[in-house]
């Protein structure tokens, strides 16, 4: 699916830093670059409703979308994506998809949003 002309929305993905954590590399995400992307379309995929069971008092509902980006997008599945004020977690590692011609027609993305 090559992204298509109506793709009308703007993403913006963050990228954290890095610190160390006693010889170990640690994301910090006080310390983010953002990067705007236009011409993306998301596409909702679910929404799961999990509801608290077994004296836990925590219910939520997990959302799962599809992002498309245009071809060449540098994003890792340690990004995170903003939209409408909203951040994902990138879900899995971006797939870069070729069109029957053998050139990369766009980047597929799995995203997670976690509420409640």
């Not at 006693?22 to 993306?40: I, S």
């Not at 590692?93 to 509420?115: F, N």
């Amino acid at each position: 699916m090559r992204v298509p002309s109506f793709a009308r929305h703007t993403v913006t993905i963050l990228t954290p830093g890095e610190y160390n954590d006693h010889g170990v590399t640690r994301p910090d995400w006080d310390n983010v670059t953002e990067v705007a992307v236009p011409r993306c379309l998301l596409v909702p995929l679910q929404g799961d409703e999990l509801i608290a069971a077994g004296g836990s008092n925590r219910s939520g509902v997990e959302m799962l979308w599809k992002l498309h980006l245009p071809p060449g997008t540098q994003i890792t599945a340690q990004d995170r994506v903003r939209f409408r004020g909203s951040d994902y977690e990138v879900h899995g590692h971006p797939m870069q998809w070729d069109s029957p011609s053998g050139a990369l027609d766009h980047v597929a993305v799995y995203l997670k949003r976690w509420e409640g």
